[in-house]
């Protein structure tokens, strides 16, 4: 099976802009969870998406958001950037079911904030 | 809110030999799964270990194994010879298993492992 695909890799944008990162999750799983990780804070949840729905949001403002499409592929987007959103923006999926929940994480998209 | 806390930023070994990582957390919960996530220098977070916490028995895969101790909150990881490739970062996280609603990870800040050879 094909793991977690992220795209794009790397970002560059400035202060204002908005930009929109997405996720391929592994086939078959249909919950796909998103994480920021700086080297101040560490890796912190932003939120799940399970059957296009969001389920579960993390402490983080309105400016950052997402979708899930109907083949579980997701999208996430922050508008308004501002430099502390520089970061490593990680995507996970799982099959969200009751006998296994493990998470499993792409490569990710290092977004810069100039 | 549950946390996790990995207390050694950094950590050395040399290769073929052991290094042990530690973890420990605070939650309120029963029943949660706690994991250890290796992140090379790559960024790809890989999935090292799982365990049950109504498992008693620790979990162990190849030359990774847990010490798993459930009243004391604590999840440390064990690395049997360690070699060239084990170097990444190391996170400790846990998930609920109770409210089945909440898939998320809780991380640690994680632990630097470096192997010399």
């Known amino acids: 099976k094909a793991g977690v695909t992220q795209t794009p890799r790397y970002l560059i944008k400035t202060r204002g802009q908005q930009v929109t990162l997405s996720c391929s999750p592994i086939s078959g799983h249909r919950s796909v969870s998103w994480y920021q990780q700086t080297p101040g804070q560490g890796l912190q949840f932003l939120f799940e998406?399970?059957?296009?729905?969001?389920?579960n949001k993390g402490n983080f403002p309105g400016r950052f958001s997402g979708r899930q499409f109907s083949n579980s592929r997701s999208e996430m987007n922050v508008s308004t950037l501002e430099l502390g959103d520089s970061a490593l923006y990680l995507c996970?999926?799982?099959?969200?079911?009751?006998?296994?929940?493990?998470?499993?994480f792409g490569p990710g998209t290092r977004l810069t904030v100039l | 809110a549950q946390t996790v806390t990995q207390s050694q930023p950094e950590m050395s070994v040399q290769e073929a030999e052991t290094v042990t990582l530690s973890c420990t957390y605070d939650?309120?919960?029963?029943?949660?799964?706690l994991f250890w996530y290796k992140q090379p220098p790559s960024r790809q977070m890989i999935l090292v270990i799982r365990q049950e916490a109504y498992k008693q028995q620790n979990a162990t895969e190849n030359r990774f194994s847990v010490n798993f101790q459930k009243a004391a909150k604590s999840f440390s990881l064990k690395i049997s010879d360690s070699q060239l490739g084990d170097a990444a970062m190391y996170f400790c996280a846990y998930r609920t298993r109770i409210k089945a609603a909440v898939n998320k990870l809780t991380f640690g800040g994680g632990t630097r492992v470096l192997v010399k050879p």
């Open positions: 996970a999926s799982s099959p969200r079911s009751l006998r296994t929940d493990t998470q499993y």
């Open positions: 998406y399970f059957s296009e729905t969001q389920r």
């Open positions: 939650t309120s919960e029963s029943d949660y799964y």
